[in-house]
Protein backbone atom coordinates (compact mmCIF):
# COMPACT_ATOMS: atom_id res chain seq x y z
CA UNK A 1 0.00 0.00 0.00
CA UNK A 2 1.00 3.42 0.22
CA UNK A 3 2.02 5.12 3.28
CA UNK A 4 3.63 8.38 4.21
CA UNK A 5 5.28 8.76 7.58
CA UNK A 6 6.32 11.83 9.68
CA UNK A 7 7.19 12.25 13.40
CA UNK A 8 3.53 13.87 14.34
CA UNK A 9 5.54 17.29 16.92
CA UNK A 10 9.07 17.57 17.59
CA UNK A 11 10.65 21.07 19.68
CA UNK A 12 13.45 22.90 18.88
CA UNK A 13 14.98 26.00 20.11
CA UNK A 14 15.89 29.03 18.26
CA UNK A 15 19.27 29.41 16.98
CA UNK A 16 19.83 25.79 16.83
CA UNK A 17 19.23 22.58 14.17
CA UNK A 18 16.46 20.58 13.32
CA UNK A 19 16.01 17.35 10.93
CA UNK A 20 12.37 15.99 10.11
CA UNK A 21 12.47 12.54 9.28
CA UNK A 22 9.66 11.32 6.98
CA UNK A 23 9.74 7.41 5.27
CA UNK A 24 7.43 6.55 2.85
CA UNK A 25 6.09 2.97 0.62
CA UNK A 26 4.77 3.87 -2.41
CA UNK A 27 3.79 1.79 -5.61
CA UNK A 28 6.00 3.78 -7.70
CA UNK A 29 8.24 6.44 -6.64
CA UNK A 30 8.13 9.85 -8.81
CA UNK A 31 9.58 12.31 -6.74
CA UNK A 32 9.32 14.05 -2.95
CA UNK A 33 8.11 17.29 -2.11
CA UNK A 34 8.50 19.38 1.21
CA UNK A 35 5.95 21.80 2.18
CA UNK A 36 5.71 23.84 4.88
CA UNK A 37 2.47 24.85 6.59
CA UNK A 38 1.68 27.73 8.87
CA UNK A 39 -1.75 27.65 11.39
CA UNK A 40 -4.39 28.61 9.29
CA UNK A 41 -2.57 28.75 6.12
CA UNK A 42 -2.00 27.45 2.87
CA UNK A 43 1.32 24.98 2.65
CA UNK A 44 3.97 26.36 0.72
CA UNK A 45 7.01 25.01 -1.21
CA UNK A 46 10.15 24.62 0.44
CA UNK A 47 12.23 21.62 -1.88
CA UNK A 48 12.00 19.07 -4.12
CA UNK A 49 14.04 15.70 -4.61
CA UNK A 50 14.14 13.05 -7.45
CA UNK A 51 17.48 12.05 -7.42
CA UNK A 52 19.57 10.79 -4.07
CA UNK A 53 21.24 12.89 -2.31
CA UNK A 54 21.21 16.74 -0.78
CA UNK A 55 19.55 19.64 -2.17
CA UNK A 56 20.39 23.07 -0.33
CA UNK A 57 18.27 26.01 -0.33
CA UNK A 58 19.80 28.28 2.15
CA UNK A 59 18.96 27.66 5.93
CA UNK A 60 16.80 24.60 4.26
CA UNK A 61 18.40 21.29 2.79
CA UNK A 62 16.50 18.19 1.91
CA UNK A 63 18.11 14.58 1.46
CA UNK A 64 16.32 11.58 -0.52
CA UNK A 65 17.58 8.04 -0.51
CA UNK A 66 15.37 6.08 -3.12
CA UNK A 67 17.16 2.55 -1.63
CA UNK A 68 15.59 3.35 2.19
CA UNK A 69 12.47 5.21 0.97
CA UNK A 70 13.90 7.96 3.06
CA UNK A 71 14.36 11.90 3.44
CA UNK A 72 14.40 14.47 6.02
CA UNK A 73 14.63 18.32 5.87
CA UNK A 74 17.27 20.04 8.19
CA UNK A 75 16.55 23.62 8.88
CA UNK A 76 19.79 25.34 10.45
CA UNK A 77 19.94 28.14 12.74
CA UNK A 78 16.04 28.06 13.74
CA UNK A 79 13.88 30.92 14.07
CA UNK A 80 10.55 31.69 15.78
CA UNK A 81 9.08 32.25 12.34
CA UNK A 82 9.78 28.81 11.51
CA UNK A 83 7.50 27.51 13.88
CA UNK A 84 4.68 25.42 11.44
CA UNK A 85 4.03 22.46 9.91
CA UNK A 86 6.26 20.97 7.30
CA UNK A 87 4.59 18.23 5.05
CA UNK A 88 6.31 15.62 3.23
CA UNK A 89 4.76 14.86 0.08
CA UNK A 90 5.96 11.73 -2.36
CA UNK A 91 4.53 11.58 -6.05
CA UNK A 92 3.30 8.11 -6.91
CA UNK A 93 3.34 7.19 -10.47
CA UNK A 94 0.38 4.43 -8.98
CA UNK A 95 -1.60 7.32 -8.39
CA UNK A 96 -1.48 8.79 -11.75
CA UNK A 97 1.70 10.85 -10.83
CA UNK A 98 -0.84 12.76 -7.76
CA UNK A 99 0.96 13.52 -4.65
CA UNK A 100 0.21 11.59 -1.49
CA UNK A 101 0.79 13.90 1.63
CA UNK A 102 1.56 12.71 5.10
CA UNK A 103 0.07 14.21 8.21
CA UNK A 104 2.54 16.97 8.92
CA UNK A 105 5.06 17.46 11.54
CA UNK A 106 4.50 20.32 13.71
CA UNK A 107 7.80 22.23 14.74
CA UNK A 108 7.65 24.30 18.16
CA UNK A 109 10.30 26.35 18.64
CA UNK A 110 11.39 27.69 22.01
CA UNK A 111 13.95 31.00 22.57
CA UNK B 1 2.05 39.48 -8.69
CA UNK B 2 0.17 36.15 -10.29
CA UNK B 3 -1.40 33.87 -7.19
CA UNK B 4 -3.91 31.53 -6.18
CA UNK B 5 -6.70 33.14 -5.18
CA UNK B 6 -9.68 31.79 -2.88
CA UNK B 7 -13.00 33.11 -2.05
CA UNK B 8 -14.50 33.39 0.26
CA UNK B 9 -11.76 33.17 3.22
CA UNK B 10 -14.83 31.90 5.57
CA UNK B 11 -17.48 30.41 4.75
CA UNK B 12 -20.46 29.06 7.11
CA UNK B 13 -23.50 27.41 5.56
CA UNK B 14 -25.82 25.52 7.68
CA UNK B 15 -26.61 21.48 7.39
CA UNK B 16 -27.77 20.55 4.21
CA UNK B 17 -27.77 23.80 2.40
CA UNK B 18 -25.69 23.91 -1.04
CA UNK B 19 -22.60 25.83 -1.07
CA UNK B 20 -19.86 26.82 -3.70
CA UNK B 21 -16.82 27.67 -2.94
CA UNK B 22 -14.28 29.50 -6.03
CA UNK B 23 -10.75 29.33 -7.21
CA UNK B 24 -8.99 31.68 -9.49
CA UNK B 25 -5.48 31.88 -10.62
CA UNK B 26 -3.39 34.40 -12.78
CA UNK B 27 -0.62 32.01 -13.42
CA UNK B 28 -2.10 30.69 -16.70
CA UNK B 29 -0.93 26.79 -15.05
CA UNK B 30 -2.95 23.93 -17.09
CA UNK B 31 -3.78 22.23 -13.70
CA UNK B 32 -5.94 22.82 -10.99
CA UNK B 33 -6.39 21.11 -7.51
CA UNK B 34 -9.05 20.86 -5.09
CA UNK B 35 -7.99 19.59 -1.37
CA UNK B 36 -9.62 18.77 1.76
CA UNK B 37 -7.71 19.36 4.91
CA UNK B 38 -8.92 18.93 8.32
CA UNK B 39 -6.86 19.65 11.44
CA UNK B 40 -3.29 17.94 11.43
CA UNK B 41 -4.29 15.65 8.80
CA UNK B 42 -2.77 15.62 5.48
CA UNK B 43 -4.77 17.14 2.55
CA UNK B 44 -6.75 14.65 0.82
CA UNK B 45 -7.22 15.00 -2.66
CA UNK B 46 -10.88 15.39 -4.08
CA UNK B 47 -10.38 16.31 -8.04
CA UNK B 48 -8.21 17.24 -10.30
CA UNK B 49 -7.87 19.45 -13.83
CA UNK B 50 -5.70 19.29 -16.73
CA UNK B 51 -7.12 21.95 -18.94
CA UNK B 52 -10.27 20.89 -18.98
CA UNK B 53 -9.81 17.09 -18.44
CA UNK B 54 -11.45 16.33 -15.30
CA UNK B 55 -10.37 13.94 -13.02
CA UNK B 56 -12.00 12.52 -9.72
CA UNK B 57 -10.95 10.76 -6.73
CA UNK B 58 -12.08 7.11 -6.64
CA UNK B 59 -13.09 7.93 -3.10
CA UNK B 60 -14.27 11.56 -3.21
CA UNK B 61 -18.18 11.28 -2.16
CA UNK B 62 -20.94 12.10 -4.38
CA UNK B 63 -21.97 15.12 -2.57
CA UNK B 64 -18.85 16.69 -4.11
CA UNK B 65 -18.85 18.24 -7.46
CA UNK B 66 -16.52 20.83 -9.52
CA UNK B 67 -16.60 23.05 -12.85
CA UNK B 68 -13.94 24.54 -14.19
CA UNK B 69 -15.66 27.27 -17.22
CA UNK B 70 -12.50 28.03 -18.11
CA UNK B 71 -8.41 27.99 -17.47
CA UNK B 72 -8.87 30.87 -14.91
CA UNK B 73 -11.30 29.61 -12.59
CA UNK B 74 -12.54 26.69 -10.54
CA UNK B 75 -15.72 25.71 -8.22
CA UNK B 76 -16.49 23.29 -5.51
CA UNK B 77 -19.84 22.67 -4.84
CA UNK B 78 -20.93 20.75 -1.87
CA UNK B 79 -24.71 19.94 -2.53
CA UNK B 80 -25.80 18.92 0.74
CA UNK B 81 -23.02 19.72 3.51
CA UNK B 82 -22.82 17.27 6.38
CA UNK B 83 -21.08 18.05 9.62
CA UNK B 84 -18.09 15.87 8.52
CA UNK B 85 -17.54 18.22 5.65
CA UNK B 86 -16.32 21.09 8.26
CA UNK B 87 -12.53 21.36 6.35
CA UNK B 88 -10.14 23.85 5.09
CA UNK B 89 -10.63 23.44 1.15
CA UNK B 90 -6.98 24.44 -0.58
CA UNK B 91 -7.49 25.27 -4.23
CA UNK B 92 -3.65 24.89 -5.73
CA UNK B 93 -2.70 24.79 -9.32
CA UNK B 94 0.53 23.21 -11.66
CA UNK B 95 2.11 24.47 -14.58
CA UNK B 96 2.13 20.76 -16.50
CA UNK B 97 1.77 18.75 -13.00
CA UNK B 98 1.91 14.59 -14.12
CA UNK B 99 6.11 13.37 -14.10
CA UNK B 100 7.35 16.59 -14.04
CA UNK B 101 9.23 18.63 -11.52
CA UNK B 102 6.67 21.31 -11.20
CA UNK B 103 4.97 22.31 -7.58
CA UNK B 104 2.23 23.10 -6.53
CA UNK B 105 0.78 26.90 -5.98
CA UNK B 106 -1.75 26.96 -3.08
CA UNK B 107 -4.54 29.57 -2.58
CA UNK B 108 -4.69 31.05 1.12
CA UNK B 109 -7.75 27.91 1.37
CA UNK B 110 -11.72 28.49 2.45
CA UNK B 111 -12.32 27.24 6.07
CA UNK B 112 -16.08 25.92 5.97
CA UNK B 113 -17.90 25.46 8.96
CA UNK B 114 -21.33 23.90 8.85
CA UNK B 115 -23.94 24.43 11.46
Known amino acids: GQNIDQPTEMTATEGAIVQINCTYQ??????LFWYQQHAGEAPTFLSY??LDGLEEKGRFSSFLSRSKGYSYLLLKELQMKDSASYLC????????????WGAGTKLIIKP | DAMVIQNPRYQVTQFGKPVTLSCSQT?????MYWYQQKSSQAPKLLFH???????NEADTPDNFQSRRPNTSFCFLDIRSPGLGDAAMYLC??????????????FGPGTRLTVL
Open chain 2, 92 to 105: ATSPRGGATGDEQF
Open chain 2, 27 to 31: LNHNV
Open chain 2, 49 to 55: YYDKDFN
Open chain 1, 26 to 31: TSGFNG
Open chain 1, 49 to 50: NV
Open chain 1, 89 to 100: AVRDRGSNYQLI
